[in-house]
């Protein structure tokens, strides 16, 4: 499953293809989320929510998803979620479906009630902050995967530089090589 939120040309172009059209792709690439054995909870938000469903379908059960949308109207792979959760948490900022609010809510709620392992986030950058946050007030390992325009997906034209921090030192890293998940801390 390909899922695409049309905001480009690119992605304007894909949006347009039909049934049969031919697509050149190169991937995956990077590095993806470390599902080794924990009990996860899966936080996205808005079109960060289709990459966690690979690491839902392989928790078998394992997992809790929190996912934000804007409203109603933009909630996508429900059902899949659904699926591959033990549960599934909803918000959208307008109440349309689910809790009101922000996924953060969700996420700070199950973390203060639940024993995860680990915590996988997507989606923009001030909900990935506030994740991270809040996994670390409670020590639990938080993985970010993040969300950045990609000219070449191997790492040569760095349009996907942005700016990390390992062992105290600033470094810049790129997404689509170096990541697109990084540890949180």
Do not use: N, W
């Not at 760095?158 to 030192?169: I, P």
């Not at 890293?173 to 998940?181: A, E, I, L, S, W």
Request: aromatic content about 4%; charged content about 20%; glycine content about 18%.
């Amino acid at each position: 499953t390909i899922v695409v939120e049309a905001r480009g040309a690119g992605t304007r172009r894909l949006t347009g293809l039909r049934a049969g059209d031919a697509v050149d792709l190169l991937g995956p690439l990077g590095r993806g989320f470390d599902l080794s054995g924990r009990r996860l909870l899966l936080v996205g938000g808005g079109i960060g929510v289709p990459p966690l469903l690979f690491a839902a379908q392989r928790a078998g059960g394992g997992a809790t998803a929190a996912l934000g949308f804007r409203t109603g109207g933009c909630v996508i792979l429900l059902g899949e979620f659904e699926r591959a959760c033990g549960a599934v948490h909803l918000a959208t900022d307008d109440g349309t479906a689910g809790q009101r609010g922000f996924v953060t809510g969700h996420a700070e709620r199950l973390l203060e009630s639940g024993d995860y392992g680990a915590v996988l986030a997507c989606g923009p950058k001030a909900m990935l902050r506030a994740v991270a946050e809040l996994a670390e007030r409670r020590g639990i390992p938080c993985q970010v995967s993040l969300e950045e325009r990609m000219g070449c997906g191997v790492g040569a034209c760095l349009v996907c530089a942005c700016q990390t921090v390992r062992d105290g030192q600033a470094r810049m890293r790129r997404v689509c090589r170096d990541g697109p998940v990084f540890d949180a801390s």
